[in-house]
């Protein structure tokens, strides 16, 4: 029931699963980036190996993430986020025992499928499980205290991946996950939306995945040329068209018409993606800033902690510590930037935040071989941070406030996928236009070049961004039309990997019956 408060027993405990089983699946999209020179030498993997490594579990996650947030409501968000966590820890059994970089691969997809079940879960509970007027400070515990997690993350990465081995990171997480199972079986209540009916549009998510599968497949393995050239033009042109039916799916199911099989309209699946939170053209504006955007740091922070290891001769754990500023200093001044894009709305802090992100991504492309910490890379990572403090609290917020009220949940949820999937296109399409290719990982030279190179490009995407920023968001986007500003949502830390998932807010889910 949504009763619980924040400051008693049950209240803790909820918060101690949820915070526990998202940071799981967020650690695991970060920590695995220290541990690729390793698992690259002992799996015989090339460039194209480790995309692979980053990305299966990106399009899995980014593919399946919407249709995830509808099963927990319909069958109960404590039951799916278990079946994530669960799913989640024996993918991690996997790929810790990979014996090749295939198995790793796949086994990666998988972990993506768990985390799709349990990260929207994650947030759900906390909103349908808390009392009203406790729910912004659960929110913000629960996101600051998985900005905590983000911040020791790839330490404990790199420690592990000295001490124990690469395996390890990803073994860490099984006795994590009995910890999640055995507290939210036994603290956490059920809730379910008592008015979702309708299909489940598998279709659209696998439409979805299939899309860009086919066009990951094409950006990564054609510069490479070690795949057939039909193949690899098979995929893309199957990306493509997945993408185009999967709109055209949406948009049918949008409308409520009855598909072949159904007799009615309500059996007609529900679309995973309605089209018409595009309707606003702000909304539109900001998924497309956040696409540029978040394809520049999804290279960086793949090739950064590869470049430090491979070219800068870096511990793991030195390594893994690097972007520790970045974390800090997220943590510490997102609310603020809130505050500051609600006084003079969200244009031109966005814009100014993104220009000096670009400037930091500048300075990172000096990082190579013999570069001091304190004179080259501190440097870089604050003027970095700081940039990236700016933008990310305004940027989620003005997502929320342009969209249709009702559609809130989606439109975060269509937000944080625009987000991954951006990182995945942009991680398999730009180390191989720089250069980074076959064994450059193995060639700090050659390696330096192309990461020189990669990081020039993305602070040009970055660039793009603020540009387009200043061109399409204005300075009332925060401002709902009844005249109330929008309060940003990251109230103590917002995420690098993507935008902070928000659920649906205008209802308070029904307790299940003889729920805990």
């Not at 198995?103 to 808390?130: D, E, H, N, Y």
Request: aromatic content about 6%.
């Amino acid at each position: 029931m949504a009763d619980v408060r924040l400051s008693t027993g049950p209240g803790r405990w909820i918060l101690l699963a949820t915070v526990l089983g998202s940071s799981v699946a967020m650690l695991d999209a970060t920590v695995v980036n220290v541990a690729l020179p390793r698992l690259a030498r002992d799996l015989d993997a090339d460039m194209a190996g480790l995309q692979w490594t980053v990305n299966a579990y990106t399009l899995t996650l980014a593919g399946f993430i919407l249709l995830g947030g509808s099963l927990g409501d319909r069958y109960g968000r404590r039951r799916i986020f278990l079946v994530g966590v669960v799913w989640f820890a024996v993918a991690s059994v996997l790929c810790g025992a990979a014996q090749d970089v295939g198995m790793l691969v796949a086994s990666r997809a998988l972990q993506g499928v768990g985390g799709a079940l349990l990260t929207p879960g994650s947030l759900a509970i906390i909103q349908a499980s808390f009392a009203a007027d406790d729910r912004p400070r659960a929110v913000g515990a629960w996101s600051g205290l998985g900005g905590v997690a983000g911040a020791v993350g790839p330490f404990a990465g790199g420690w592990l991946v000295e001490a124990a081995g690469w395996r390890w990171v990803f073994l860490l997480n099984v006795p994590l996950a009995v910890i999640v199972v055995l507290v939210a079986v036994r603290h956490v209540p059920e809730s379910l939306d008592p008015g979702a009916h309708g299909r489940f549009d598998v279709l659209g998510a696998a439409l979805a995945a299939l899309a860009l599968a086919g066009t990951t497949y094409a950006l990564t393995e054609a510069p490479a040329g070690t795949t057939a050239p039909a193949l690899v033009g098979a995929a893309a042109v199957a990306g493509v068209a997945a993408a185009v039916v999967f709109v055209l799916v949406e948009r049918s199911r949008g409308k409520g018409r009855r598909l072949p099989g159904t007799r009615s309209r309500r059996e007609a699946p529900q679309p995973m993606l309605p089209l018409e939170v595009f309707a606003s053209r702000q909304f539109s504006a900001v998924n497309v800033v956040t696409f540029v955007v978040y394809g520049g740091m999804g290279v960086m922070f793949f090739l950064f902690v590869l470049n430090l290891q491979v070219v800068g001769g870096f511990s793991p754990i030195a390594a893994g510590t690097a972007l520790l500023p970045v974390t800090a200093l997220m943590l510490l001044l997102s609310a603020r930037a809130g505050a500051v894009a609600q006084k003079i709305g969200p244009r031109l802090p966005m814009t100014a935040g993104l220009l000096v992100a670009a400037g930091g991504m500048v300075l990172v492309s000096r990082i190579g071989k013999d570069a001091s910490y304190a004179w080259t890379i501190l440097p870089a990572v604050i003027v970095f941070g700081l940039g990236l403090a700016a933008v990310v609290a305004p940027l989620t917020a003005t997502v929320l406030a342009t969209a249709d009220e009702r559609h809130a949940g989606v439109a975060s949820g269509v937000n944080n996928a625009v987000a991954r999937a951006a990182g995945l296109l942009a991680v398999a399409a730009i180390p191989p236009l720089a250069g980074l290719t076959g064994d450059a990982y193995d060639d700090p030279g050659d390696f330096s070049g192309g990461f020189r190179l990669a990081m020039v490009i993305c602070a040009a995407l970055l660039a793009a961004g603020a540009v387009l920023s200043f061109l399409t968001v204005g300075d009332d986007a925060l401002r709902a039309p009844g005249g109330e500003v929008t309060e940003p949502q990251c109230k103590s830390h917002c995420g690098v990997g993507a935008p902070q998932l928000q659920p649906e807010a205008e209802t308070v889910p029904a307790p299940r019956a003889g729920a805990a």
